[in-house]
């Protein structure tokens, strides 16, 4: 899981210039958790890590120049503070 993590998060890093490298980590880390526990809760059979990791980096696809703009929600304010240490 960590290389795939690494790998998605350099992608997400290298779309968009307004995060760092921790912070894409955030982002890809919060994207795979909320994919997978959105098909948990709707009753979805579990299709693998290879599933998440095709949805995760669709968004990064489609989202990643514009995500940073997300750091500003009160929901993920918290964990992009810039003096803060709390990267998910």
């Known amino acids: 899981m960590e290389e795939i993590f690494e ?7 290298k779309k968009n210039g307004n995060l760092t490298i921790d ?5 890809v880390e919060l994207l795979w958790e909320d994919f997978e526990t959105t098909r948990a809760k709707a009753g979805r059979e579990y299709e693998g890590k290879q599933m998440t990791e095709r949805i995760v980096s669709g968004w990064i696809n489609q989202y990643g120049p ?8 009160e929901k993920y304010k918290k964990m992009f503070n810039k003096g803060n240490d709390q990267v998910h």
Request: glycine share 0%.
């Open 7 to 13: 790998r998605l998060a350099n992608d997400l890093y």
């Open 23 to 27: 912070e894409a980590r955030t982002w």
């Open 66 to 73: 514009r995500l940073h703009e997300f750091a500003n929600h």
